[in-house]
T-cell receptor
Framework: NAGVMQNPRHLVRRRGQEARLRCSPMKGHSHVYWYRQLPEEGLKFMVYLQKENIIDESGMPKERFSAEFPKEGPSILRIQQVVRGDSAAYFC?????????????FGPGTRLTVL | AQKITQTQPGMFVQEKEAVTLDCTYDTSDQSYGLFWYKQPSSGEMIFLIYQGSYDEQNATEGRYSLNFQKARKSANLVISASQLGDSAMYFCAPTGGGNKLTFGTGTQLKVEL
């Protein structure tokens, strides 16, 4: 039973480019969460999605950031026109429909570096 | 916003000794959960233990146990028989305002011979 998968593991972008981060939840999990970890800090919640629905995006920056979790395929976190301050580790977590929020298992993270 | 306090930025413990990592929180939710995660230097987040606010017994998972004091809003992690591989950053994270986790600033644990 594969865990939460994220790719790429490392992503380098130049300022102004777009970054797309992908997350495949654990089998049977229908809830996905995205978190961001800046250097030397704890993780900060960004967005909570179920299939085809954004449930809570209170942690998402108002501009340049968007997330989706389509009916088929992985969840995508998209950052447009990246800036140096977007450099961080981005973690995805998933939980099953039977226990939303009770069991959040994390992927290995995508480390984004903006040059 | 919910505030999580981990007062020990760094801790040292000798191998085979027990260590307690502190965590307090200030949720106003009646029903919530408490997670502890470990983040080694390799960066991944490893789930350690979970406690529901209505669980009467303190959670235990192998060498990990929670000292959960609901009235004090405290959920300290106890690691028994520390091992060198326990050296890592440890984060406390209650659920709040729905299912999202709010993480503390973490405690860096170093296990010494």
């Amino acid at each position: 039973n594969a865990g939460v998968m994220q790719n790429p593991r490392h992503l380098v972008r130049r300022r102004g480019q777009e970054a797309r981060l992908r997350c495949s939840p654990m089998k049977g999990h229908s809830h996905v969460y995205w978190y961001r970890q800046l250097p030397e800090e704890g993780l900060k919640f960004m967005v909570y999605l179920q299939k085809e629905n954004i449930i809570d995006e209170s942690g998402m920056p108002k501009e340049r950031f968007s997330a989706e979790f389509p009916k088929e395929g992985p969840s995508i976190l998209r950052i447009q026109q990246v800036v140096r301050g977007d450099s961080a580790a981005y973690f995805c977590a998933s939980s099953p429909p039977s226990a939303p929020g009770q069991e959040q298992f994390f992927g290995p993270g995508t480390r984004l570096t903006v040059l | 916003a919910q505030k999580i306090t981990q007062t020990q930025p760094g801790m040292f413990v000798q191998e085979k000794e027990a260590v307690t990592l502190d965590c307090t929180y200030d949720t106003s939710d009646q029903s919530y959960g408490l997670f502890w995660y470990k983040q080694p230097s390799s960066g991944e987040m490893i789930f350690l233990i979970y406690q529901g606010s209505y669980d009467e017994q303190n959670a235990t998972e192998g060498r990990y146990s929670l000292n959960f004091q609901k009235a004090r809003k405290s959920a300290n992690l106890v690691i028994s028989a520390s091992q060198l591989g326990d050296s890592a950053m440890y984060f406390c994270a209650p659920t709040g305002g729905g299912n999202k986790l709010t993480f503390g600033t973490g405690t860096q644990l170093k296990v010494e011979l």
